[in-house]
């Protein structure tokens, strides 16, 4: 390893972490889901969550940042939200004729009740403890083509922006999300159950992945041959939450598999990274009657380790979605890439214009002692 270059040693430290592998599904429905209804209801001491309430109301009343007490509170609040649902849904389950009827159109719309009326109870405690502020920029979804199925292509930047998008999806702009995601997070026993109820698809990385599964574009089509006119395909193309050293990586990989000319295109584009054209293509050669949306927000971008989330609480963050109907595509699969780029560069464009002001330095140097 002496004559390699730090950059190789680098990478050959990051191939060699440990990777957990997600455990098999009747580990995750039998231990992980009980296991977090107990820590709700039955383990935690009634005193510990007297403690939980009383931080959420200091947090909430009192000025200044009073960060272990709010991250105490929106974790117990998280683990509380974690077990309601998951006895919701067991008891669906029961009432589906344990789980004959469960994947019938009736307890589907039930499920996206449970999603909608969970995220919205989450995120109106965030909104007071956490001090976030959600609006829509033009963005009424439903209202650019009712009564169509929808492709909505949205970067991914900052924590959380997934269940911000799916709740503006349910609960403003009426439409049942069909999503795509990252299989790790089936590792949370209540979004495990139900997105497994819902048509979703969990991608996995291609080391991870099972001899003769379908990989992630595939999968993507097989989701979009379902939509019907008030479902909406939710597909984020980085694959990953934005982030300096994910976006180098990325162009690196486009200037080595020879896509020389999508490579600086993308390195013109400093606040998204390179998207992945493959699973955006599939879904729209799979549904040729859905409408493509490319949605865009800002607000979170500074938030990209767990040390940025700490020094920033409470974040007090203006969350701004934007979205753009983006009318017929060209023909051919070059062309298509070309077009992606061209919206994914607007896209750009438009977070350069909005994005949140540079924080005070003297400011983040007092956040940082405190």
């Given amino acids: 390893m002496s004559g390699a270059s730090p950059e190789e040693v680098r990478e050959r430290r990051r191939r060699r972490r440990i990777s957990w592998g997600l455990p098999p599904v009747w580990v995750r429905r039998i231990v992980l889901a009980p296991l977090i209804i107990l820590l709700a209801f039955f383990w935690t001491p009634t005193a510990l969550w007297l403690g939980i309430i009383v931080a959420g109301a200091v947090a909430w009343a009192l000025p200044g940042r009073v960060r272990p007490l709010r991250v105490l509170f929106m974790v117990g ?25 469960i994947r019938s159109p ?4 039930e499920h996206y009740r449970l999603a909608g009326a969970m995220l919205k109870s989450l995120f109106r405690w965030a909104r007071r403890i956490l001090r976030l502020q959600i609006v829509s920029e033009d963005a009424n979804i439903d209202a650019m083509a009712p009564g169509k199925p929808l492709i909505v292509v949205s970067r991914h930047a900052g924590p ?17 999300p ?7 997070l089936q590792w949370d026993p209540a979004i495990d159950v139900l997105l497994n109820r819902l048509p979703t698809r969990f991608v996995s990385s291609r080391r991870k992945r099972k001899p003769g599964s379908a990989g992630g574009a595939a999968s993507v089509g097989q989701l979009a041959k379902g939509l019907d006119d008030n479902d909406a395909l939710l597909i984020f193309p980085e694959g990953g939450n934005a982030t300096p050293k994910r976006r180098e990586r990325r162009i690196a990989q486009l200037r080595a598999g020879g896509h020389g000319e999508l490579a600086d295109r993308a390195e013109a584009m400093p606040h998204v990274m ?11 050669d799979a549904c040729p009657e859905a409408e493509v949306v490319f949605l865009a927000h800002t607000g979170l971008e500074r938030l990209s380790t767990v040390r940025d989330i700490w020094r ?6 203006r969350i701004v979605l934007k979205g753009w109907l983006a009318g017929d595509a060209p023909e051919g699969r070059k062309e298509r890439e070309a077009w992606l780029y061209d919206w994914w560069a607007k896209v750009d464009a ?21």
């Fill in 312 to 317: 920033e609480l409470p974040v007090d963050k």
């Fill in 106 to 109: 009736r307890f589907e719309y």
């Fill in 350 to 370: 438009w977070i350069d214009v909005n994005q949140p002001p540079a924080a005070d330095p003297q400011a983040v140097a007092v956040a940082k002692t405190a």
């Fill in 178 to 184: 069909a999503i795509v995601l990252k299989d790790t």
């Fill in 274 to 284: 390179p998207p992945h054209a493959g699973g955006v293509l599939a879904a729209m």
């Fill in 77 to 101: 609040l998280y683990l509380m939200w974690d077990a309601i649902a998951l006895v919701w849904m067991f008891g669906l389950w029961i009432v589906s004729g344990f789980g004959w009827k």
């Fill in 160 to 176: 959380a922006d997934s269940f911000i998008i799916v709740e503006s999806l349910i609960n403003r702009f009426d439409r049942e």
